[in-house]
């Protein structure tokens, strides 16, 4: 197989005569040296340039949705760029407040928002509510009654569009936990009721279609549906949502955030919407942002059947394989520009035969065992989604500009992984 493709990687990289990969003018081999693996390294600038990209898109307001990567660092970053966030649980608003993000900056969203949840934003003052149901509203004009200070919302409606991604990551279809059904009453009935709340200010829709769509078509067909409803409601705002597909191994390609906004703001003037019109993008923002830098273990051969290459990561840093089957390229980052004609599957340490990183890769012929490998386009739903399952520890996290590497997030301790056991850990 021939060599990587460079587009996947971050917009900082760079490759040497001898095709060592850099970062951010940071050697990888050298940052993985020094810091161990595995060990995501994301490209701050290219971090800053999306953000910055998606604020021009989305002029009336863009969140950046948290649940993509989040960490401190990452919401001073976005906030430092314009962006609010979209945050999904009281976990997400803690961090975003610990990191200095101002509560008004905030979008509070989820499917089971809990009272306690909901306590602690309507405390801290939290910019927006998205609703998701009329439970959830049962829960607000509880707290209100107890003397909590009535919230701005929105209500997440589902417009019933079949997105074109993995079943697992459709949110609008019609059979989906997310949103109150425009098809019915329901979404009606909602907004009726939020209009005539004196524990809420109602001022727009929220409607969302799914994760990793490609085809801006989906976004126009949702806002044709969302605004047609929406229209005779006179409300303030709508948003679409996030959702932009990025392009993982070779041979994909997806809009880019200013291609998605102009498609968006198209259907929107076509549908004559002349609300406020926001959007959520996590996943364009982040995902190309990193690479994953890895050990390998070790290499069986079985003759006739395939070659597993383990490496000192697996699911635990990057699930995604294993719950959705996602693709990934895999690389030498100190032979970037090499080809790959070895045809391996890329496996963690994990004590499962399903703790798959690459399905069927392609690495040069010459990796041996302590070499590093490296995944990119793994910025997104890796760090977020990771865990200590087999009680490993979870990586390190590094952002790299201008020749400089910070360390954002340590790698855990195995003291860590006792803080919480109240038998093995601390007296």
């Known amino acids: ?41 994301y490209d701050e ?41 979209d945050v999904a649980t009281g976990g997400e608003i803690h961090i975003a407040l610990a990191s200095g993000v101002p509560a008004e900056r905030l979008i509070f969203h989820g499917n089971n928002k809990s009272a306690n949840e909901l306590t602690l934003a309507l405390e801290a003052g ?45 949110t609008g279809a019609t059979d989906s936990k997310f949103g109150i059904a425009i098809a019915g009453d329901e979404a009606a009935d909602a907004i009726a009721r939020a209009r005539a709340s004196a524990a809420m200010s109602l001022i727009g829709l929220h409607a969302h279609l799914g994760s990793q769509v490609f085809d801006v078509e989906s976004f ?22 996030g959702g932009l597909g990025v392009a993982y191994v070779e041979g994909e390609s997806a809009p880019t955030i200013s291609e998605w906004g102009k498609a968006v703001a198209d259907a929107a003037a076509a549908a004559g919407v002349d609300t406020r019109l926001m959007a959520e993008p996590g996943r364009a923002i982040v995902a190309q942002a990193a690479v994953t830098v890895y050990t390998v273990g070790t290499i069986k051969e079985i003759p006739g059947v395939r070659t597993y290459v383990s490496v000192d990561g697996g699911m635990s840093d990057n699930p ?41 890769a ?3 012929t010459e990796v041996s ?11 997104a739903y890796g760090h977020s989604m990771g865990s200590n399952y087999n009680m490993v520890r979870r990586p390190a996290v ?30």
Do not use: Q
Request: glycine share 10%; aromatic share 6%.
């Open 1 to 41: 197989m021939s060599a990587l493709p460079l587009h996947l990687l971050p917009d900082m990289a760079g490759v040497d005569s001898a095709g060592r990969l850099s970062i951010g003018g940071c050697d990888i081999a050298d940052l993985a040296d020094e810091h161990g693996t595995p060990l995501f390294v």
């Open 45 to 85: 600038t290219h971090l800053r340039n999306r953000c910055r990209e998606a604020v021009a898109a989305f002029p009336d307001g863009v969140a950046y949705a948290t649940k993509a990567f989040l960490c401190g660092a990452m919401a001073r970053l976005a906030h430092e760029e314009g962006m609010f966030l």
């Open 126 to 170: 939290v910019g927006r509510i998205v609703i998701d149901s009329l439970i959830e509203m049962d829960r607000i004009e509880a707290l209100v009654a107890s003397g909590a200070r009535p919230p701005t919302v929105l209500i997440r409606v589902n417009p019933g569009v079949e997105a074109h991604t993995h079943e697992y990551l459709r």
């Open 220 to 241: 126009e067909k949702g806002i044709e549906i969302v605004s047609r409803f929406a229209r005779p409601l006179g409300l303030e705002e709508l948003s679409i949502g």
């Open 320 to 360: 995604r394989p294993v719950l959705y089957g996602s693709g990934y390229e895999v690389f030498a980052p100190m032979a970037t520009a090499a080809d790959r004609p070895r045809s391996i599957r890329l496996v963690g340490k994990h004590c499962e035969s399903g703790d798959v990183l690459a399905w069927d």
């Open 362 to 364: 392609s690495i040069p």
């Open 369 to 379: 065992v302590g070499d590093y490998l490296a995944t990119p386009v793994t910025g």
């Open 398 to 427: 590094v952002f790299v500009m201008d020749g400089k590497a910070r360390l954002v997030v340590r790698r855990e301790t195995n003291d860590d992984l006792l803080a919480r056991d109240l038998v093995a850990g601390p007296k």
